[in-house]
């Protein structure tokens, strides 16, 4: 059986996020899952040496990746719209899982199951959900603080309501990874270099 599943998933690079602001810089939804799955590992490495946790952090990587494939038959819903009101939020959750179910369909039958824990967002177990959703959201946030440094005062009030929802979560593996990690994505590439003295010295090899 010949199977369209990676072709037709490969097709999220299509796909921008942010539809209804104005972006400077332009992110699709294949950059932003890399993004989420190695942020997601982070915290789950940190969740596991600093906090007492036991993550799988290859399995929250791989369920990282997979988080927003539904958006490939969906589209990518701006989150104003997406949590409107009850009866929107109800309504995007069906049409998201049965996105998720007929890309499942989509694979030989022999690997479904094999996916299913990664596609279908109700099959992944809470505590990975839980770290995906940390990791969506400080990509979110470091999303508006670079569009903000790009002069695009559209995220002004994005990255206030995001900074507010960190806040909220009580995960000490964001506040880690935001206290440790954050701070340089407000750097320079110069700035980067120079506060880095073995890369300085690779890059004049």
């Not at 967002?121 to 569009?147: M, R």
Request: with cysteine; aromatic share 10%.
């Amino acid at each position: 059986m010949k199977s369209h599943f990676f072709a037709y998933v490969s097709r999220i690079r299509w796909i921008l996020r942010w539809g209804l602001k104005r972006s400077a810089i332009p992110e699709n939804v294949m950059e932003h899952s890399w993004e989420v799955a190695t942020i997601a590992h982070a915290l789950a490495v940190l969740g596991n040496r600093r906090f007492g946790q036991h993550y799988d952090v290859y399995r929250v990587a791989t369920a990282a990746l997979y988080h927003d494939v539904s958006e490939v038959i969906t589209g990518d819903m701006p989150t104003p719209i997406k949590y409107h009101s009850p009866g929107m939020q109800k309504a995007f959750k069906e049409v998201e899982v049965q996105a998720e179910k007929e890309l499942i369909s989509l694979l030989p039958e022999d690997l479904r199951d094999d996916y299913r824990s990664l596609v279908v967002s109700a099959d992944v177990p809470e505590d990975i959900k839980k770290l995906i959703k940390g990791a969506d959201t400080i990509s979110a946030f470091l999303k508006c603080q670079e569009e903000l440094k790009a002069g695009n005062n559209e995220f002004s009030k994005a990255i206030e309501d995001i900074a507010a929802r960190i806040a909220g979560f009580n995960m000490p593996e964001v506040d880690a990874f935001l206290e440790i990690f954050a701070p340089s994505y407000k750097l320079t590439l110069d700035e980067l270099l120079n506060g880095n003295d073995k890369v300085r010295k690779l890059r004049n090899l």
